[in-house]
């Protein structure tokens, strides 16, 4: 979670309790409440990618890692040397801030 720092289990099978998967049931403990009116954000590690939560919908973002060119990465293909790109992350911050990962 890149909220609050929480490592969960995501997309899998056996995470899942009454067909509730681990990243929605942590976005409504997170945010506090039902979760519906917030979102929540996540890293994948495996796939490099960030997870964008709001209810029960989801959505893959962009990466907050990016290589000496400014790429991505996503799913680790290239096998490149990456780097946490402040920009990246200040644009996913302002996302998360201004409410628009619901749009």
Not at 30 to 59: M, N, P, Q, W, Y
Request: hydrophobic content about 40%; aromatic content about 6%; glycine content about 14%.
């Amino acid at each position: 979670c890149l909220l609050c720092g929480a490592t969960l289990c995501a997309g899998s099978a056996c995470c899942k309790r009454e067909g509730v998967g681990a990243l929605t049931r942590h976005v409504r403990v997170c945010i506090g409440g039902s979760g519906e009116g917030g979102a929540g954000l996540f890293f994948l590690l495996h796939k490099c990618t960030t997870l964008l939560v709001r209810g029960t919908h989801a959505a893959y973002g962009f990466s907050v890692y990016a290589d000496a060119h400014g790429e991505e990465d996503c799913g680790l293909r290239r096998g490149l040397p990456l780097s946490l790109d402040q920009t990246r992350l200040r644009r996913l911050h302002r996302l998360w801030l201004s409410h628009a990962v619901a749009r």
